[in-house]
Nanobody
């Protein structure tokens, strides 16, 4: 079993920054591809960013517009999402997830964290 726990969320004003962390525990012997998703109120969960097992490739949703950076530190079993120039439309519950393949598709992810709230106010 793998456990994922997000941290670093909270409230920030428009234009501010937050860094989310996702700590991986459990069966961590082999590093796997990771992703971030988010779900805004009354909306479906959507892809935000993905990173390969050793961080050599990353992918982002078009809506992110180069404002977010996904990274990882395998020595710490942690994946990060640096979020800059935040907008009110970034308000959502953010989830980290682990996948068996480098993917932007939610069904490819088999382990999920409980999620963490990010609120951006005007």
């Amino acid at each position: 079993q793998v456990q994922l726990v997000e941290s670093g969320g909270g409230s920030v004003q428009t234009g501010g920054s937050l860094r989310l962390s996702c700590t991986i525990s459990g069966r961590t012997g082999r590093h796997r591809d990771m992703g971030w998703f988010r779900q805004a109120p009354a909306k479906q969960r959507e892809f935000v960013a993905a990173i390969t097992d050793y961080g050599d490739r990353t992918a982002y949703a078009d809506s992110i517009e180069d404002r977010f950076i996904v990274s990882r530190d395998n020595a710490k079993d942690t994946v990060y999402l640096q979020m800059n120039s935040l907008k009110p439309e970034d308000t959502a519950v953010y989830y980290c997830a682990q996948s068996y393949t480098y993917s932007v598709l939610e069904p490819d992810y088999d382990y999920w964290g409980p999620g963490i709230q990010v609120t951006v106010s005007t």
